[in-house]
T-cell receptor, first 113, second 112 residues
Framework: KQEVTQIPAALSVPEGENLVLNCSFTDSAIYNLQWFRQDPGKGLTSLLLIQSSQREQTSGRLNASLDKSSGRSTLYIAASQPGDSATYLCAVRLQDTGNQFYFGTGTSLTVIP | DGGITQSPKYLFRKEGQNVTLSCEQN?????MYWYRQDPGQGLRLIYY???????QKGDIAEGYSVSREKKESFPLTVTSAQKNPTAFYLCASSSLVGQPQHFGDGTRLSIL
């Protein structure tokens, strides 16, 4: 069974700092990997989707990379802002489980003004 | 605007009662999912459906039931057999060809 781990569980940084969130998975036969943001008491908002054939995806201040062979993905946030404070989750979709997604437990990010 | 609508936002269940959570999408997605989220834990899959009139159990299906009579609707019933139903329930959908998964705003279920 696919295990998805996110480290650290919580992170606090001053405003303006660049930061990296990590996601690791045990089964490298993935179809794609998706990064989400979740605000307290809300649903998940999709940030970036990386297909298995891609190495990275960028959207604004966000850059996600994927290294299938090592079972890792990183989400890089540039010039962090207080509005970036949220929980960030990654999810992987395996090639052989149809449409099932496996989620990490998330990293809770606080950006201090 | 296309999206996923979950209702109600808050729901309370009495002992021995079944309750049904609604999920509707107008994204024309074939696949729909129900997840449960507990504090400090990741999302755990309850049920998913890839097509109308078909659904599969996820990792924690015991005490839950679903139906998929229409493409746009995937209601979840929390039965009295689910002994610890207090959680945040999230519905999601995706196309079958590797596109992003989209989520509703969730329903928070509590026990009276």
């Amino acid at each position: 069974k696919q295990e998805v781990t996110q480290i650290p569980a919580a992170l606090s940084v001053p405003e303006g700092e660049n930061l990296v969130l990590n996601c690791s998975f045990t089964d490298s036969a993935i179809y794609n990997l998706q990064w989400f943001r979740q605000d307290p008491g809300k649903g998940l908002t999709s940030l970036l989707l990386i297909q298995s054939s891609q190495r990275e995806q960028t959207s604004g201040r966000l850059n996600a990379s994927l290294d299938k062979s090592s079972g890792r993905s990183t989400l890089y946030i540039a010039a962090s802002q207080p509005g970036d404070s949220a929980t960030y989750l990654c999810a992987v979709r395996l090639q052989d489980t149809g449409n099932q997604f496996y989620f990490g437990t998330g990293t809770s990010l606080t950006v201090i003004p | 605007d296309g999206g996923i609508t979950q209702s109600p936002k808050y729901l309370f269940r009495k002992e021995g009662q079944n309750v049904t959570l609604s999920c509707e999408q107008n994204l024309n997605h074939d696949a729909m999912y129900w997840y449960r989220q507990d504090p400090g834990q990741g999302l755990r899959l309850i049920y998913y459906s890839q097509i109308v009139n078909d659904f599969q159990k996820g990792d924690i299906a015991e005490g839950y039931s679903v139906s998929r009579e229409k493409k746009e609707s995937f209601p979840l019933t929390v039965t009295s057999a689910q002994k610890n139903p207090t959680a945040f329930y999230l519905c999601a959908s995706s196309s079958l060809v590797g596109q992003p998964q989209h989520f509703g705003d969730g329903t928070r279920l509590s026990i009276l």
